[in-house]
């Protein structure tokens, strides 16, 4: 089971981080990722960080200004994100896999397990 967190109402160039926390199974044995919903759109690929190592990938829109990590000893994934944008407004998601090695996954179809969403609100 997978609970997100860290959403909220932040200005434009602020920073937020958003939490993935998981019960029932270490999150050092998943592949994850995050993805977003914008309002009215399509979910979307955001960042993916692979089981084993450190490989990582992020979509064009956020390269440069989010970064996903883990810390096993809190069973936690994060994604930080900074130099937020308006068009950043959506409901984040996080996602997990026991797929992998040392593969990222950016499909939806990729994963097995999803968090509810938090709500991240970019103002202008």
Do not use: H
Request: aromatic share 12%; with cysteine.
């Amino acid at each position: 089971q997978l609970q997100a967190s860290g959403g909220g109402l932040v200005q434009a160039g602020g920073s937020l981080r958003l939490s993935c926390a998981a019960s029932g199974r270490a999150f050092s044995t998943y592949a994850v990722g995050w993805f977003r919903q914008p309002p009215g759109k399509e979910r979307e690929f955001v960042a993916a960080l692979s089981r084993v190592g450190v490989s990582t990938y992020y979509a064009d829109s956020v390269k440069g200004r989010f970064t996903i990590s883990r810390d096993n000893a809190k069973n936690t994934v994060y994604l930080q994100m900074n130099s937020l944008k308006p068009e950043d407004t959506a409901a984040y998601y996080c996602a997990a896999t026991i797929s992998g090695g040392s593969r990222y996954y950016t499909g939806s179809r990729d994963y097995d397990y999803w968090g509810q969403g938090t709500l991240v609100t970019v103002s202008s």
